[in-house]
């Protein structure tokens, strides 16, 4: 079920701002999750992700701007009073505690007062509200097959248990919002495609508001119903896994996003083409002539013939990668020595390089230019298949 | 904005720790002062600390000549160095044999390296007088320093601290041609060198501290050591003159505080970590 | 991680078991001549009544330590370390913990404190020993002049026998402190700091919460390690005594230590001294395996 762009954000951020001294780690930055929505916030390391999650949580201050939580204000609360919950990368558990003690945790500061958390006579007072915190805890052991697990001590558990441990403990409390810091990144690769699917299953069994942060952009890709692509303290883009691939707003957010990444030739416009190499490389750019741009197009996007034409390069193999399903050929350009990747049938890699002349060729019309400042250019004409124009 | 701390804790913290920090810092604030008084004011008893008068050439002069203060000192210096120069070059290469070869006598020696962890010196005390009596070697330096050459301390840190060097790093030096004891002191060494340096930090302090010993063996006053150079000052003076004998603990204690001050850092992480990990 | 760096050739091996003897030899001697062989002269010398410069002698067997265990002198001298250490050693561990947490609390002029709070430690302890003894001077001392103006009696600490071993402990506890509170700062700072945002997260809102949830937990070993240090180390008293009250006033500060110096090297009883010497070792001994097997059973999560 996706989520309603018309109802009002379940969880909201609004201009944003923190400093480190001179430094500016978030510059008024905005963000909205509505109701089960899974926004996953991506961006490199040191972007200042994992900072506007945790301001999210109420664990870091910042000098302007809100937080609002199905509509209550919460800036000025404190973390404990926000009804979020939040997954952390290296899991946080409290090592001297069971399992099935982490995840009771937050129901047990929650439900119990003071009296009834004392370490003898506390459990002889509250034997119904302790008895109802266990019962929760075993449902939720249950969805995450985790009960034959509960007794053991974190320091018994492998990579994985901790981490369902660590989501067990945060869905137990059925918070209004679900934060999770980079929860994959300390398991083995196998094991992270696996669990990444448990989570979003978790998310919409529970009807969740999720704000995920991730430095991989194949997780942030795969996961979520709304990507927020970030750098430098500044939110380049917001907007569908596909809108992010196929139209990225910034020439750093075609860059981030896709493995292998975006193949980048520097061009300067001419009567609305871009040229670089003496080939046709887009069409009808909005930009003046001599204006210096910069065309981007996926692996994906490059056909390799072997006639030159108007928007195609002359290229020689230099290396090809075999990666089972797909193959990748390395090229460079006769011309200037330009570096591109192609994608390449499996089939044809280990004919390819033995032709005696190639040309990778791209079409005009769909290749995606940026301007100096790196923000998309707009095409002129509404021919575009499937394009629209950069908002 | 969000919500900031307020300003109250903060303060408080501060104040609690710097009035602990006075009472802390007290004795060494009076010890100073005192050594400046003369010895009529200091008996006036009163809390002031400011001296009415002025007496510290007298009293620190007293001080050095009493007893010969620079010549305990110095021989405190000697004999820490010394012991931490043994006590190193003895445990290392027996630290290095039984982290990293395999021999029969391994778990022996190990094993005698734990017993030495529990025997005190104090206990053994008695028989090593016998020893050193009947060796000729009361009332020397030397016997001031050899009992201690062995650290079965230092064997145990550096044997826990080398255990955690890749076996590799061995093989390429002997693949490299070198001996084995040319291994302990070209490669184990210089890679060491934080184990080590806790290690002397830690031997230092304590021998620098020690009485026991030196108040058995040692009886003539220049060959003293600081502990037991302060210990016939205060013979010498029966407790008269508080203003030279504050003067004497000054100039006694100064050079390891000093020491400490200019290398803080070394100090603190060289006694916490052969703490832990010893 | 093995520990043998060559295969099992037999001529390698023989060649390493070679070199590592070579290695050890000093040691060993070192081993033989000043741990193995007095420790077992001190135990062949506890079994009888030798005297030094004497070689008149005899064997006394197991009476000797039976004699030693009712002797009233001995068991005073119990008496005062067991004190001297039940007031030294968890004053200094709590206060070490306090001033630890007090300084990681915040962030201003933590290197500062812990350094003033460290500087006991690196002084010279019969020095300055010597200055609290003039602190606590029953007349001209500061201490008893400032309890004056506050309006309480003088007392003379280390000068009458209810008193001498607190005026002792006093000094331990001072000495002692800033070593824990080291301790316990390296602790501190080596807690995820992850746990306790999770603790935030969880509900736990107040510094009490937090200290029970995660930061005494977390401490546990550290703290085993701590109280096992200064054990150990208070039933090691003995410049203090040497330096301030020789055992008085009325042998009532007389500490294990002491008592083996005085009967050692004064009165020249190296038998009974071994005896006495014996002891101390059992004692420390049970100390240390009480604590690693007790203790260490509640911290085994790391």
């Known amino acids: ?391 | 904005m969000t919500r900031r701390d307020g300003i109250a804790w903060p303060v408080i913290r501060i104040v609690l720790l710097g009035a602990i920090a006075l009472v802390m810092t007290a004795p060494y604030i009076f010890m100073i002062t005192t050594s400046f008084k003369p010895q009529s004011e200091v008996f006036a008893g009163g809390l002031n600390l400011l001296p009415q008068q002025w007496s510290i050439v007298a009293n620190y002069s007293k001080a050095v000549t009493a007893v010969p203060l620079l010549r305990i000192l110095l021989n405190g210096v000697i004999v820490c160095a010394a012991i931490v120069f043994f006590q190193i070059l003895f445990a290392l290469p027996a630290a290095y044999s039984l982290a990293k070869l395999r021999f029969g006598g391994r778990d022996i020696i190990f094993g005698l390296v734990i017993m030495g962890l529990l025997v005190p010196i104090h206990a053994i005390s008695i028989p090593l007088y016998a020893m050193a009596r009947w060796a000729g070697l009361l009332n020397t330096l030397a016997v001031l320093i050899a009992p201690f050459t062995l650290s079965v301390f230092a064997i145990f840190l550096f044997r826990q601290f080398i255990k955690t060097f890749p076996n590799d790093m061995v093989l390429a030096a002997r693949s490299d041609g070198l001996s084995e004891a040319a291994i302990v002191w070209r490669v184990i060494l210089p890679n060491a060198w934080p184990a080590a340096s806790a290690f002397a930090i830690f031997s230092v302090v304590a021998h620098w501290n020690d009485l026991y010993w030196p108040l058995i063996t040692v009886s003539k006053t220049q060959l003293a050591t600081p502990p037991l150079g302060l210990m016939f000052f205060r013979a010498a003076e029966v407790g008269d003159d508080y203003g030279a004998l504050m003067a004497a603990t000054v100039l006694i204690t100064l050079p390891l505080v000093l020491f400490f001050l200019f290398a803080q850092r070394l100090f603190i992480e060289g006694l916490t970590m052969s703490g832990i990990k010893g | 991680m093995r520990h043998e760096v060559f295969p099992s050739v037999a001529g390698a091996a023989r060649h390493e078991a070679i070199a590592a003897w070579r290695l050890c030899a000093p040691t060993l001697v070192l081993m033989l001549l000043l741990l193995v062989l007095p420790s077992l002269a001190v135990v062949a010398l506890s079994l009888t009544d030798a005297e030094l410069g004497s070689s008149d002698w005899h064997f006394l067997g197991l009476s000797a330590y039976r004699d030693l265990l009712g002797d009233r002198d001995f068991q005073r001298a119990f008496r005062n370390t067991a004190v001297y250490v039940g007031l030294v050693a968890p004053a200094s561990v709590l206060l070490g913990l306090a001033l630890a947490l007090l300084i990681e609390a915040g962030t201003t002029a933590r290197a500062f404190f812990r350094s003033v709070f460290f500087l006991p430690v690196v002084s010279l302890i019969v020095a300055m020993g010597t200055v609290w003894q003039y602190l606590m001077h029953p007349t001209i001392g500061p201490l008893d002049l400032l309890l004056g103006k506050l309006g309480l009696p003088a007392v003379n600490w280390l000068g009458t026998s209810d008193t001498v071993l607190w005026g002792l402990a006093i000094i331990g506890i001072w000495q002692a402190v800033g070593f824990n509170m080291v301790l316990y700062l390296a602790g501190l700072t080596s807690i995820d700091r992850a746990l306790y945002q999770a603790a935030e997260i969880d509900g736990a809102k107040s510094a009490w919460e937090r200290f029970r949830l995660v930061t005494w937990p977390m401490l546990s070993p550290m703290t085993l390690f701590v109280i096992t240090i200064s054990v150990i180390n208070s039933v090691k008293v003995f410049e203090t005594v040497a330096a301030l009250t020789q055992g008085g006033p009325a042998k009532a500060s007389e500490v294990l230590l002491w008592s083996i110096y005085q009967e050692g090297f004064v009165y020249l009883h190296i038998g009974t001294a071994s005896a006495m010497a014996v002891v101390f070792v059992a004692v420390l001994l049970v100390l240390i395996l009480v604590q690693t097997r007790v203790l260490e059973r509640r911290v085994q999560y790391q």
């Open chain 1, 1 to 391: 079920m996706t989520a309603d762009a018309d109802q009002p954000a379940a969880l909201g951020l609004e201009g944003i701002s923190k400093s480190y001294g001179s430094a500016a780690v978030l510059d008024n930055v905005s963000l909205s999750v509505r109701k089960g929505e899974f926004v996953a916030l991506v961006g490199p390391s040191g972007c200042g992700k994992s900072t506007l999650l945790r301001i999210a949580a109420g664990l870091e201050d910042h000098e302007s701007g809100r937080v609002v939580i199905n509509g209550a204000d919460v800036t000025s609360a404190r973390a404990a009073d926000r009804d979020v919950a939040m997954v952390f990368q290296s899991y946080a558990l409290y090592p001297h505690l069971t399992a099935r003690q982490n995840i009771a945790l937050p129901l047990v500061m929650r439900r119990l007062n003071a009296r009834e958390r004392w370490p003898l006579i506390g459990p002889l007072m509250s034997r119904a509200k302790r008895a109802g915190i266990f019962k929760d805890v075993a449902d939720v052991a249950d969805s995450l097959h985790i009960t034959h697990l509960l007794d053991r001590r974190p320091s018994q558990l492998s990579g994985g248990q901790r981490q369902r441990v660590a989501l067990g403990r945060a869905i137990v409390r059925r918070p209004q919002a679900f934060l999770m810091d980079e929860p994959l990144s300390n398991l083995d690769a196998a094991l992270r495609v696996a669990v990444r699917n448990e989570i979003v299953d978790l998310h919409r069994k529970a009807g969740a508001v999720t704000l995920y942060v991730t430095h991989d952009q194949e997780e942030a890709l795969s996961m979520a119903d709304r990507v927020a692509v970030m750098l430098g303290g500044r939110i380049l883009q917001v907007g569908t896994p596909a809108q992010v691939y196929q139209q990225p707003d910034h020439l750093e957010v075609a860059k981030f996003i896709g493995v292998p990444q975006i193949n980048l030739v520097a061009a300067i416009v001419e009567n609305g083409l871009a040229k670089a190499a003496s080939a046709e490389l887009a069409r009808s750019v909005a930009a003046t002539d001599g204006s210096r741009v910069t065309v981007g197009f996926r692996p994906e996007d490059i056909t390799l013939t072997a006639e030159p034409a108007a928007s195609a390069v002359a290229v020689r193999v230099e290396r090809v990668e075999f990666l089972g399903a797909v193959a990748l050929a390395h090229l460079k350009t006769v011309e200037c020595g330009l570096t591109l990747t192609a994608r390449i049938a499996p089939t044809d890699a280990s004919g390819i390089a033995g032709l005696p002349s190639l040309h990778a060729r791209v079409d005009p019309d769909a290749t995606l230019v940026f301007g100096t400042s790196g923000s998309r250019i707009a095409r002129t004409t509404a021919t575009q298949r499937g394009l629209s124009d950069a908002a």
